[in-house]
């Protein structure tokens, strides 16, 4: 199962495909902007960058482990962003995960 792990305040919060909450998004100013959580896509309506604190790491997955008894994440830096799409209402994260990263103003 996909999930994400995005920060709310003090909390790390884990968002699967149909769990409710708010994901933030880098908007072109450089501000981060709060949008409904809308789960995974295959296709992008318009994309958009999605601030997440960390992602499962596929490349260390255990097939053969139970998936509740531990889950491996893998930290996005404060210049990685998770790429999602925007369809006007919702954001959703966009599968396979792409980190993309956001240019440095210094």
């Known amino acids: 199962m996909y ?3 995005i920060r709310n305040n003090q909390r790390l919060i884990t968002l699967g495909h149909n769990d409710r909450g708010s994901v933030g998004v ?3 100013s450089g501000e981060i902007r709060y949008f409904y959580w809308g789960g995974f896509v295959l296709q992008i309506q318009r994309p958009v960058k999605l601030a997440v604190e960390s992602i499962p790491n ?3 997955r255990n097939p053969r ?3 509740g ?3 491996d994440w893998m930290p996005l830096t404060d210049h990685e962003f998770l790429l999602g799409s925007y369809d ?3 954001v959703a994260a966009y599968l396979p995960f ?3 990263k956001q240019p440095s103003l210094h």
Do not use: A, H, N
């Open 88 to 90: 006007g209402t919702l």
């Open 65 to 67: 482990q139970p998936r």
């Open 3 to 5: 999930s994400i792990r």
């Open 26 to 28: 880098l908007m072109r």
């Open 69 to 71: 008894l531990f889950q």
């Open 98 to 100: 792409t980190i993309v």
């Open 58 to 60: 596929e490349q260390r």
